[in-house]
């Protein structure tokens, strides 16, 4: 069955630091993948997404993620952590024979101290 | 462009009794998506339409959840009666179209559901 594993449930990270967050999938197809943030009481925004081609993929707020296939990983990056950047973070992948559904992991809080 | 609209923004009831969500997509956007977030969970489909017409309930538990979407642009999601576990967010999400590669979903803010 398709799954997203997130493996941190929580990441604090001094601002200006760097940032890694995890994901792995399991998915037979090629995927499609996405990461979301949410900010409290807030929707969900996209950051990025991966369809195909470069696996760098430049999203908004200064985030990448790079796909590994032989991984099965999409892992997030941010060079320099802001402290607007606390929030939950989604990876996601886009199961496109059923309808594009999205399959989310459970997600990781991310903290920002000053 | 006006994003995904829903309403309520919150709402609190007591186990078996019956509420009902609203959700408004972008405009031109085919596809309309619900899901559940339970606290501390990623969100989960319930259900998803391709206009009118329903593409995936799979996830939808029809004993007690429907869902509408009569004229192909806004939706309702039902639950009767509740209980306590239905406790989560309701997130609709809207996108343009099925098996596009472009395809991306758009999230309104949520309705934040309390069963007490």
């Known amino acids: 069955a398709q799954s997203v594993t997130q493996p941190d449930i929580h990441i604090t990270v001094s601002e200006g630091a760097s940032l890694e967050l995890r994901c792995n999938y399991s998915y037979g197809a090629t995927p499609y993948l996405f990461w979301y943030v949410q900010s409290p009481g807030q929707g969900l925004q996209l950051l990025l997404k991966?369809?195909?081609?470069?696996?760098l993929v430049q999203g908004i707020k200064g985030f990448e993620a790079e796909f590994k296939r032989s991984q099965s990983s999409f892992n997030l990056r941010k060079p320099s952590v802001h402290w607007s950047d606390a929030a939950e973070y989604f990876c996601?992948?886009?199961?496109?024979?059923?309808?594009?559904?999205?399959?989310f992991g459970a997600g990781t809080i991310l903290r920002v101290k000053s | 462009e006006a994003g995904v609209a829903q309403s309520p923004r919150y709402k609190i009831i007591e186990k078996r009794q019956s509420v009902a969500f609203w959700c408004n997509p972008i405009s031109g956007h085919a596809t309309l998506y619900w899901y559940q977030q339970i606290l501390g969970q990623g969100p989960k489909l319930l259900i998803q339409f391709q206009n009118n017409g329903v593409v995936d309930d799979s996830q939808l538990p029809k004993d007690r959840f429907s869902a509408e979407r009569l004229k192909g642009v806004d939706s309702t999601l039902k639950i009767q009666p509740a209980k306590l576990e239905d406790s989560a967010v309701y997130l609709c999400?809207?996108?343009?179209?099925?098996?596009?590669?472009?395809?991306?979903?758009?999230f309104g803010p949520g309705t934040r559901l309390t069963v007490t």
């Open positions: 996601a992948v886009g199961l496109m024979e059923y309808g594009n559904k999205l399959v």
């Open positions: 991966y369809f195909s081609g470069d696996t």
């Open positions: 999400a809207s996108s343009l179209a099925i098996g596009t590669s472009a395809n991306e979903q758009y």
